[in-house]
């Protein structure tokens, strides 16, 4: 079974949607969680940490799930500037990034 | 804003020769990463670096590879004898102790074994 695990998309939607998309992770040791962002050859850059309690940051909300053990992120309206591919992360807490393989998502004028 | 710089952008060597991928980690940061990820594949964890010496390295990380931080700003990463699967983008990460482990990327070398 894969650690991360995602859909991988594509979520094709119009400017001004709302676009939500999950992950799955299977070690239940995972200690920190977070949504990075990849645009096409480029370096993954980190859009958001994600906390137990859920939380936002600007159009991004992210929520964790222990019990279910998954990870969602929503984009609000979206704009031209969020396609790209979204990777959900997680780790055990020994520094080691384990990374999924992404969910591309691409808005549309 | 401060961020982790890499050199080269691009490598392209020959199957066997050897390669040193250089990188300028945050300068207040004390962890350091080389990840990889083949082209149309996720990115794979390589190994970590603390205190001069590794922490925890993958399967990946064979004998073929060590990392060394030669001085107090670069951070380096070598493969001994490349091989055709070696090619793919290495990126470099560094992160603070204690932040949640918040890894910070730098642009990459794209490495072409020929």
């Known amino acids: 079974r894969k650690e991360v695990e995602q859909d991988p998309g594509p979520f094709n939607v119009p400017e001004g949607a709302t676009v939500a998309f999950n992950c799955t992770y299977s070690n239940s040791a995972s200690q920190s969680f977070f949504w990075y962002r990849q645009d096409c050859r480029k370096e993954p850059k980190l859009l958001m940490s994600v906390y137990s309690s859920g939380n936002e940051d600007g159009r991004f909300t992210a929520q964790l799930n222990r019990a279910s053990q998954y990870i969602s992120l929503l984009i609000r309206d979206s704009k031209l500037s969020d396609s790209a591919t979204y990777l959900c992360?997680?780790?055990?807490?020994?520094?080691?990034?384990?990374f999924g393989a992404g969910t591309t998502v691409t808005v549309r004028a | 804003e401060p961020e982790v710089t890499q050199t080269p952008s691009h490598q392209v060597t020959q199957m066997g020769q050897e390669v040193i991928l250089r990188c300028v980690p945050i300068s207040n940061h004390l962890y350091f990463y080389w990840y990889r990820q083949i082209l149309g594949q996720k990115v794979e964890f390589l190994v970590s670096f603390y205190n001069n010496e590794i922490s925890e390295k993958s399967e990946i990380f064979d004998d073929q590879f060590s990392v060394e931080r030669p001085d107090g700003s670069n951070f380096t990463l070598k493969i001994r004898s490349t091989k055709l699967e070696d090619s793919a983008m290495y990126f470099c990460?560094?992160?603070?102790?204690?932040?949640?482990?918040?890894?910070?990327f730098g642009p990459g070398t794209r490495l072409t074994v020929t």
């Open positions: 992360v997680v780790s055990r807490g020994d520094y080691k990034l384990s």
């Open positions: 990460a560094s992160s603070e102790p204690g932040t949640g482990y918040e890894q910070y």
